[in-house]
């Protein structure tokens, strides 16, 4: 008869091990654990989603994103695996065209990270598959509320005002507990999410390695800018 062994657990993915655990969701959180951060901030005037990207002189960053627009008034980071990432965020904006197309309005971003927290949930039900190694970050806005998604690879939605993950994750949220005020300007915002980041990493940044989304509500539109042109663009406006 088969056995399994002490450190057998992980043999498929709904075995749960002694202490209530699935060792395949683990292995998924170890991946995350390893990318370069991703960290969203809601501010005063709206959302700033912000990534780390490969510091190399061999990388054309201008055509490698880790933070992408999936609607017009929604947009999405990652940490982990780039495959499945792409599959999910594909996933997502499939989504929100079919929102529209029934309901002849755009999708909240609540509703949409629900959908997809579905599809994350399936896959840890059945033998044969693995979870998805990533999270996403999910920010939008819907009238004039701002939300902020956390998705992770077990298909739990949790909405936050301020979220990092990534490597040194613990130590981003540290940071955004003691740091973070609703009524930040944009600014302040952007100086957060890069020091969060530099506090990850255990080194200075330069700002065209850092990718941000912004969503004002004021024109629910996103942006996709590096660093380097966001903190000229806010040096002018001062």
């Known amino acids: 008869m088969f056995r399994v062994g002490s450190g057998g657990y992980d043999i498929a993915l709904t075995l749960f091990n002694p202490q209530g655990r699935l060792q395949q969701l683990e292995y998924a959180h170890r991946v995350i654990d390893r990318g370069l951060p991703i960290i969203g901030v809601t501010y005063k005037e709206g959302i700033v989603i912000g990534a780390a990207k490969v510091e190399s ?7 490698f994103h880790k933070v992408f627009a999936i609607d017009e008034h ?6 982990g695996m ?21 309901y002849d309005k755009p999708p909240s971003p609540y509703e949409i990270s629900n959908e997809l927290a579905q599809l994350l949930h399936i896959y840890t039900m059945y033998a044969g598959i693995r979870p998805f190694g990533v999270v996403l970050l999910i920010g939008g806005v819907y009238g004039n509320e701002k939300q902020l998604i956390y998705l992770t690879p077990d298909g739990s939605s949790k909405v936050f005002k ?3 993950a990534g490597m040194g994750g613990a130590e981003i949220r540290d940071l955004l507990e003691k740091e973070y005020n609703e009524n930040m300007t944009l600014l302040e915002a952007y100086d957060l999410i890069k020091r969060g980041i530099e506090r990850s990493l255990d080194k200075k940044i330069s700002p065209d390695s850092l990718e941000f989304a912004i969503i004002p509500v004021k024109t629910k539109k996103v942006e996709i800018i590096y660093g ?5 663009r806010l040096e002018k406006r001062d």
């Open 228 to 232: 380097n042109e966001l903190i000229n």
């Open 82 to 102: 780039s495959s499945d990432a792409r599959v999910l965020i594909d996933n997502l904006r499939t989504q929100c065209q079919m929102y529209r197309l029934t």
């Open 162 to 164: 301020a979220w990092g």
């Open 74 to 79: 929604i947009a999405v980071a990652f940490v």
């Open 57 to 63: 002189k061999l990388i054309d960053k201008r055509k």
